[in-house]
């Protein structure tokens, strides 16, 4: 007989799933076993089941640094209305919430306490840890342990003393550590012990990847925008004036759009940031300071109106999407001026020169993503050391393969243009030369005489508009700050320049795509029951003042408007619907979709959706049967609903196991009946 499964059956009866996500059950195995262990999963792959469920396995309470308020209290909220004793320490506490986790832990009441890194730098708080009796740390976002890293936090350096002092097991997370990161975590975390090490990859093979040259840019995001009506999404913006000018355009479209950015006051992004986790379908126009701290599933899209600054930075903001596994969509609008700010922000900075190489290494690594020629998935993953063994078919390259020529003949011709004018002009002067343009600034400088004067009328001006785009996105020319943009040629260019290497570019990479649309709901028949279901939604978190996806995400709401449960037990069936959450929330759904339904003993519904709780049903119709004995002639007699439940949970397979349950005279009357209907389930 195969031995009961204790973190299945918490999965079911805490978060409401029948099963772990990929690569999630040895990890979570691991930590349950009180073993080190450091895993690096996708953004959105579940890290976070991975150390609250063997929390709830194990004596004692987990310790979890997050460095992430607004992260820590939105998985508070989430845990609780799940059932789990949970509480946080940080410094967006009010002074009650901080002195109801001090009272919870010294009656030792919580299982998992959330901790901002800086507190480990107060003196009372090792011993505050070791009276609440923690017998687990969990690390989030381990990467910034690292000194190199852009989210390095010097307080993380004072978690592997933590470790030693309560020399108990540790378990680190994170969705962004290369191998040099991975190195240095295990050095500071786990004092250079080599960790039990999961490595689950970067793919989030349901986000679809997408770039497009800007071509008239803010009607671009309105059409993208306009496919997607009634989605969450994020819009990325380079500059904070962008993301006011934007949200205006897009209410003036109709959609529901705010802005964010580090200029507005606290008050403001506060309330940008709660307003985005409670209302559906609601769009925030941002710079990259917004996202870190949201654990909203459900966001549908991520756009980026302008280039981000490195490839990291975008792995990280795409991530933002889909983290609840359904399809999600993102699309990266670029173009010249995107990639000769790129530069000119790389070549004006102070720092050292072989940093700067580095930046521009990144950099030319997010423009060969942008300009790549096949699979973008292929391309991105081989940057993090990753093979894909197959096309993803999940990009926009895939689903429509670009038209390739060969432009060696054009990129040389244009590389010599760089070189005979001095290198001192940029595109617009370079194409004026190239397509025989005889403009008063080429007369003037005697560029008309030159031997690549008219020698690129073959292609008109928007195909060499391409060109250039492409071959800086290729890093064969660059702005040049201190000659106002003008390009450049890099090393990359000579081979090219002397014949040496060939050049594949796309054709039509100006023109504008269709948007595509990412069907990601339900069919048209079960879409007024879907929005009902929202509206309900919505009603339960103001009330309660948490964000809607706390009450429930978008995935089981939808399983619930396809499934259509009648009954609680159908409805505990549900995935994402725990024994908490049909408690407190299964009649209020269930009402929505059949009406108005029987009401069930509450020791009834700790048992909904189980096995046990058709042996209660069973258990309750034999009572009733025998009620008046046998003969119906008896003094009445019955079982609590207790008593009944704790039976068909037990199942006890004898006389002398019912005993523990009963007493003799219920015994005699029930005792056989039961044991027949038990051995029968």
Known sequence: MTAPDPSGDLLRQVWGFDGFRPGQQEIVEAVAQGRDVLAIMPTGGGKSLCFQLPALMREGVTVVISPLIALMRDQVRALREAGVAAGALTSGNTDEETDTVFQALSRGELKLLYMAPERLASGGTLSLLRRAGVTAIAVDEAHCVSQWGHDFRPDYLRIGDLKRALDVPLAAFTATADVETRAEIVARLFDGREPVTFLRGFDRPNIRLAFQPKDSPRRQVLAYVAARRGQSGIVYCGARARTETLAQALREAGHPAIAYHAGLDPDARREAEARFQREDGLIVVATVAFGMGIDKPDIRWVLHADLPKTIEGYYQEIGR?????????????????????????????????????????????????????????????????????????????????????????????????????????????????????????????????????????????????????????????????????????????????????????????????????????????????????????????????????????????????????QTLDQMAQVGGVGAKKLESYGRDFLAVIAGEVPDMHPQRRKLAGRPEGALFDRLVAVQADLLRGPDGTEKPLSCSTAQIRRIAEARPLDQAGLARHLDQARLDRFGAAFLREIAAA
């Not at 998935?377 to 670009?402: S, T």
């Not at 990129?411 to 001095?422: C, E, F, M, P």
């Not at 509206?535 to 978008?554: G, M, N, Q, S, T």
């Open 321 to 565: 999407a889909g983290r609840d596994g359904d399809p999600a969509d993102t699309l990266t609008l670029y173009g010249p001026d995107d990639i000769r700010l790129r530069r000119t922000q790389i070549d004006e900075g102070l720092a050292e020169p072989a940093r700067k190489a580095a930046d521009h290494a990144r950099l030319n690594a997010l423009l060969g993503l942008a300009e790549a020629t096949g699979c973008r998935r292929r391309k991105l993953l081989a940057y993090f050391g990753e093979d894909l063994a197959e096309d993803c078919g999940n990009c926009d390259l895939c689903q429509v393969p670009p038209k390739l020529f060969d432009a060696t003949q054009a990129v040389r011709k244009a590389l010599s243009a760089i070189v005979r004018t001095g290198e001192w002009f940029g595109a617009t002067h370079l194409i004026d030369i190239l397509t025989g343009n005889t403009t008063e600034k080429v007369r003037e400088r005697g560029h008309d005489n030159l031997p690549t004067f008219g020698v690129g009328r073959d292609h008109s001006r928007a195909q060499w508009q391409a060109i250039f785009r492409q071959m800086m996105g290729r890093d064969l020319c660059r702005p040049d700050p201190e000659r106002h943009g003008a390009l450049h040629l890099t090393e990359a260019a000579h081979p090219v320049l002397r014949g040496e290497e060939s050049v594949t570019l796309r054709q039509d990479t100006t023109a504008s795509k269709p948007a595509t649309v990412l069907r990601t709901q339900v069919s048209e028949e079960d879409e007024p029951l879907l929005s009902a279901l929202k509206a309900k939604r919505r009603a339960l978190a103001e009330a309660a003042r948490v964000p809607a996806y706390v009450i429930f995400p978008d995935r089981t709401l939808i399983e619930m408007a396809e499934k259509r449960p």
